[in-house]
């Protein structure tokens, strides 16, 4: 009913988290994946390119650093 006292408090969660003063907040949920994963595989053929992945995790503002990812 209140998005930005919602969202203030969801932000409060993820820098606690960070601190490691409380546990990270899930922010996305099954759907959320389906919905971003639909939205990259244009195609349907039910896979994406390694480069899709990381610009995907790099977008949501996640770390690709330590990612290892092959090819296929």
Do not use: C, W
Request: aromatic share 6%; proline share 4%.
């Amino acid at each position: 009913e209140k998005p930005r006292e919602f969202l203030i408090q969801a932000l409060e969660r993820v820098k606690a988290g960070r601190r490691a003063e409380g546990e990270y907040p899930d922010l996305m949920d099954e759907a959320n994946v389906e919905a971003m994963f639909g939205l990259l595989d244009v195609l349907g053929q039910g896979h994406i390119t390694p480069v899709q992945y990381r610009e995907a995790l790099k977008t949501l503002g996640l770390s690709t650093e330590d990612l290892e990812v092959g090819d296929d």
